[in-house]
T-cell receptor, first 112, second 115 residues
Framework: QQQVKQSPQSLIVQKGGIPIINCAYENTAFDYFPWYQQFPGKGPALLIAIRPDVSEKKEGRFTISFNKSAKQFSLHIMDSQPGDSATYFCAASETGANNLFFGTGTRLTVIP | DAGITQSPRHKVTETGTPVTLRCHQTENHRYMYWYRQDPGHGLRLIHYSYGVKDTDKGEVSDGYSVSRSKTEDFLLTLESATSSQTSVYFC??????????????FGAGTRLSVL
């Protein structure tokens, strides 16, 4: 049973486009929502994270939008670049909990 | 990769043989985790440790055991490897206090093939 549902599975955009990756969860106890970026042959690396007290968080070209009532959150990549081509994972957990529940991943390809 | 070394990076083994994967950290973080990554499943937690000799199960712990005799080392053992354990295994670490506990840093992974 997937605690966090992620879509789409793969995404291809042109350079400069704005890919959007969506995640949904059911457990209302979740209060920490990170996004991880993974390049081939590497481990996932924390990209950006949000807590439910805000509806949006921006770090550079990466933005998380959070909808608490819908139990959904999404990652937007502004002005996407070929170097952003990677697999992106959303995740969720409760503060202080040991288990971080991951989505199934989205493989993003940015075409030059 | 945040001071985390996984070894070996690649391993091919036969069904029924024991396998041990090692995770070594230089960050002195209290928490250590083992995940497996499979297509269509994302990353799933196998076991974690919250201190020396303190470990607990994750969501996919069957067929795996772990040990932590030193802060810096966390071992994952497959007592009798099966083909369903073919996967990429990641070690992660996190600090112990408050909100920081949720921020996990990952190693580069070990690709294991069980034939």
């Amino acid at each position: 049973q997937q605690q966090v549902k992620q879509s789409p599975q793969s995404l291809i955009v042109q350079k400069g486009g704005i890919p959007i990756i969506n995640c949904a969860y059911e457990n209302t106890a979740f209060d920490y929502f990170p996004w991880y970026q993974q390049f081939p042959g590497k481990g996932p690396a924390l990209l950006i994270a949000i807590r439910p007290d805000v509806s949006e968080k921006k770090e550079g070209r990466f933005t998380i939008s959070f909808n608490k009532s819908a139990k959904q959150f999404s990652l937007h990549i502004m002005d996407s670049q070929p170097g952003d081509s990677a697999t992106y994972f959303c995740a969720a957990s409760e503060t202080g909990a040991n288990n971080l529940f991951f989505g199934t991943g989205t493989r993003l390809t940015v075409i030059p | 990769d945040a001071g985390i070394t996984q070894s070996p990076r690649h391993k091919v083994t036969e069904t029924g043989t024991p396998v041990t994967l090692r995770c070594h950290q230089t960050e002195n973080h209290r928490y250590m985790y083992w995940y497996r990554q499979d297509p269509g499943h994302g990353l799933r937690l196998i076991h974690y440790s919250y201190g020396v000799k303190d470990t607990d199960k994750g969501e996919v712990s069957d067929g795996y055991s772990v040990s932590r005799s030193k802060t810096e080392d966390f071992l994952l053992t497959l007592e009798s490897a099966t083909s369903s354990q073919t996967s990429v295994y990641f070690c992660a670490i996190s600090e112990s206090a408050g909100l920081a506990k949720n921020i996990q840093y990952f190693g580069a992974g070990t690709r294991l093939s069980v034939l």
